[in-house]
């Protein structure tokens, strides 16, 4: 069995890991603030990013990457398959800043 | 009691006992809030990215990066705070547990003043939920409500960590209500995450 002081240090390191590669992650969207490219480039770089560093938070400071595949299944897919349904309206916004709301 | 007493009474027992996805039913109640929160939080950003791109004098006030940056640094240290005090609780070191724990809280409460600093000063430049001097007054409705809602979720965070520190201290609760807690507070620094460059770093002056 582990000791108290064992279990203290068990995973503390990929922790420390995962900690750091997020805030490195969170300095590089503050470097794309800065880069002279358009909107929507810097959307999707800063999203990509954003995605990445939520990954790495729910896996390994959740510690979803330890639960059991079937509820790590249930969460990853239930989750996702929402978030998606949810972006059908982006070509609509764009029909209004395009055309004013008057083009069909 | 009849054969068919006992049929029902372990059918319940089965219903009662069985553990969806082997997990404890605490924990798996604070995962299905993380998740309807996600879609919660979701659907705020989503709208936001609708009316932001819809709107050709989307405003863009941000001179600088340095209170946001400060205030992404607090939340994320808070977290690797907050897994020190998880990982003390598990291996049952009560004393230091609640010390990460409460400096996961203070993390929190500077995280807020920050923010409310930082509200403080945009109220102070005109803006206001309906109007704003840049442009379109849907900001700051969309920039108040999405960090309003966030920081309402911060301050409730620091609320729970200290009750539960607190009864962690004093033997109510074990090292699953640190866990569990800390489940949450991950949360609130995950949404963090995509407000930072959709809300902030998206909209500053160049």
Redesign the interface.
């Given at each position: 069995m582990a000791t108290?002081?064992e279990?203290?240090n068990?995973?503390?390191g990929k922790?420390?890991a995962a900690?750091f590669c997020?805030?490195a992650l969170?300095g590089l969207?503050?470097v794309?603030?800065?880069q002279n490219i358009t909107?929507s480039q810097?959307?999707r770089r800063?999203?990509s990013?954003?995605i990445v560093?939520?990954g790495l938070?729910?896996m390994f400071?959740?510690h979803l990457w330890s639960?059991?595949r079937?509820?790590l299944l249930?969460?990853l897919v239930?989750?996702i398959s929402?978030?998606l349904a949810?972006?059908y309206?982006?070509t609509?916004?764009?029909r209004?800043?395009h055309c004013g709301g008057y083009c069909s | 009691m009849s054969q068919a007493d006992m049929t029902m009474q372990g059918h319940s027992a089965g219903m009662m006992t069985d553990r969806p996805?082997?997990?404890p039913t605490k924990k798996l109640a604070m995962?299905l809030f993380i998740?309807a929160d996600?879609?919660t939080f979701?659907?705020c950003l989503?709208a936001y990215?609708?009316?932001r791109?819809?709107?050709?004098d989307w405003p863009r006030p941000f001179h600088g990066?340095f209170n946001v940056?400060v205030m992404?640094?607090i939340l994320?240290?808070s977290?690797?705070t907050?897994?020190?005090g998880v990982?003390?609780a598990?291996?049952?070191?009560k004393a230091r547990a609640f010390r990460w724990t409460i400096i996961t809280a203070l993390a929190g409460i500077a995280f807020a003043v920050l923010h409310i600093r930082e509200w403080l000063g945009l109220i102070g430049e005109g803006m206001t939920l309906f109007k704003n001097p840049w442009g379109t007054g849907l900001f700051g409705s969309a920039f108040f409500s999405i960090t309003g809602l966030h920081i309402t979720h911060v301050i409730a965070g620091v609320i729970a960590l200290t009750v539960v520190g607190l009864r962690y201290k004093g033997g109510r609760y074990n090292a699953d209500d640190i866990e569990i807690m800390?489940?949450y507070w991950?949360?609130v620094?995950?949404v963090w995450?995509?407000v930072?460059?959709?809300i902030y770093?998206?909209n500053?002056a160049h």
């Open positions: 108290a002081e279990h203290k068990e995973g503390i922790y420390l900690y997020i805030l969170a969207q503050f794309i603030a800065y909107a810097m959307f800063m999203l990013v954003a560093e939520a938070a729910v400071f959740m639960e059991k079937g509820f249930f969460v239930f989750t929402v978030l949810m972006q309206g982006w609509d916004s764009f209004l800043v | 996805f082997a997990i995962w998740i996600t879609m979701a659907a989503v990215g609708f009316l791109n819809a709107t050709p990066i940056a992404t640094f994320l240290t977290s690797l907050m897994l020190l990982q003390t598990k291996a049952g070191d800390g489940l991950h949360f620094d995950l995450m995509f930072v460059p959709l770093l998206l500053l």
